[in-house]
């Protein structure tokens, strides 16, 4: 059973006393913020919060809120994340990376956890480069980014996360900017509150090593059309999508994946069970 | 009121964070310059519990959007650079100011109830005193050289 907070919950509730190591203006302060904001928003404890992450600039979210947290290994976040919210219905798992971690060596969790719909909410904080690293090319990177790590671009088709995160079976699906923390903050909020698994990608600009990125505030705008729950419909949009429309694209309803608790057993027992 | 309320409280936060970046990146003199704006705001903030007599601030009021996609007094994470000078900390500050006043001033153009117009213009006065405040104080720091972001070792390591 949930336990009910004792006190006022605010933002701060869920901040910890480490400090991020980010460069000053990435984009993922303000979704540490964000997230903060949306968990004292639903009035969520602390206690009842898990935030599981891979590897990378992003994953290293957990440290820096009082929730629990489990920093796991490059791109299997979102395994973790499932055996735990099988395991511990009750508790709110979020889910949190960049698109390196999620995209590249997490690409193929990615589609299985948007398949299996267990209730989850993860967050990509989407810069289009791998910034701990120091600047290579993502899945997300544009194929003509010259850069000294990939002189005249890549030339590879860049992954679209939101056609994938559909076809897969995501049942909430949105995008939001960085330079928009309450904007996300409510955004995550319904990513929560809504049942299955629930994905948003975050566009998160890296200062440091894609310092055009600044420039996304000029070309993000709110999403001219409103969510769907028909997926023909949100694929079609996505059709025409140019990686900036802001909002919510889809909201299913597919009921969430969620195994039967199993019966108590002792040791002894599933030993016997084990035996050849 | 309460928004007013609001908005120097989220101003404060976000100064205060923007000073927490600043130190982490050794960067101490612009972090100091942070965190006494912060120390501003959050003044701000109290005076207008005070003026109002609230014995508690007023919980759950998000700060209205004016002229893009933060708080009316809100500076931008995206406007921090780890090598910038005090001149662009209070340039950002500036700017904050200006858009508050111009915010209050087309509140108390609007046709609301006289004691909120009333309000908003004494607001927008008290922004414009801030704003006189600011460019005093961007007067006394030396302007940035044209190389102010010049690394001698940068973050990418395949330079």
């Known amino acids: ?276 | 009121m309460k928004q007013a309320y609001a908005m120097e409280l989220e101003a404060a936060e976000r100064y205060a964070d923007f000073a927490d970046q600043m130190e982490i990146a050794n960067n101490r003199e612009v972090a100091q310059l942070f965190r006494k704006l912060a120390g501003i705001e959050g003044k701000h903030a109290r005076q207008i519990l005070a003026q109002m007599g609230w014995k508690r601030a007023p919980l759950g009021v998000q700060p209205l959007r004016w002229e893009g996609l933060e708080g009316v007094e809100t500076g931008e994470h995206l406007e921090l650079h780890y090598l910038m000078k005090p001149f662009h900390a209070l340039s950002i500050a500036l700017k904050n100011e200006e858009r508050a006043a111009r915010f209050f001033a087309h509140v108390a153009r609007q046709d609301l109830p006289g004691a909120v117009r009333d309000a908003a213009a004494e607001m927008a006065g008290e922004e414009r005193e801030h704003v006189r405040w600011v460019k005093q104080w961007i007067a006394r720091v030396p302007q940035p050289g044209t190389d102010w972001d010049r690394d001698p070792d940068p973050p990418n390591v395949n330079d």
């Open chain 1, 1 to 276: 059973m949930t336990a009910m907070p004792a006190v006022a919950i605010t933002p701060q509730t869920f901040k910890s006393d480490v400090k991020p190591v980010w460069c000053p203006g990435c984009g993922d302060y303000t979704v540490l913020s964000a997230i903060t904001k949306a968990l004292a928003m639903l009035e969520l404890a602390p206690e009842n919060v898990a935030i599981v992450s891979g590897i990378g600039c992003s994953s290293r979210i957990p440290a820096y809120t009082t929730c629990y947290g489990f920093h796991g290994v490059h791109g299997r976040a979102l395994p973790a994340a499932t055996g735990l919210k099988v395991a511990r219905p009750e508790l709110t798992v979020i889910v949190a990376g960049g698109d390196g971690d999620g995209y590249s060596i997490g690409g193929n969790h990615f589609l299985h956890a948007c398949r299996r719909n267990v209730d989850l909410t993860y967050i990509v904080m989407d810069n289009r480069v791998y910034g701990m690293t120091k600047g290579q090319p993502s899945p997300t990177t544009e194929p003509d980014w010259d850069s000294k790590l990939a002189p005249e671009g890549t030339g590879l088709r860049e992954f679209h996360p939101l056609v994938i995160a559909l076809a897969s079976g995501a049942n909430f699906i949105a995008r939001t900017f960085s330079g928009d923390p309450n904007g996300t903050a409510k955004l995550i909020v319904q990513a929560i509150r809504n049942p299955g698994f629930s994905f948003i990608e975050v566009l998160s600009p890296c200062v440091t090593f894609r310092p055009e990125q600044r420039g996304w505030k000029q070309l993000v705008r709110p999403s001219p059309v409103e969510p769907t729950d028909d997926p023909a419909r949100a694929a079609r949009r996505l059709m025409t999508d140019d990686g900036f429309n802001l909002g919510v694209l889809y909201v299913g309803n597919r009921k969430p994946y969620q195994p039967a608790k199993a019966p108590s057993a002792k040791p002894a027992d599933l030993e016997r069970e084990f035996a050849l």
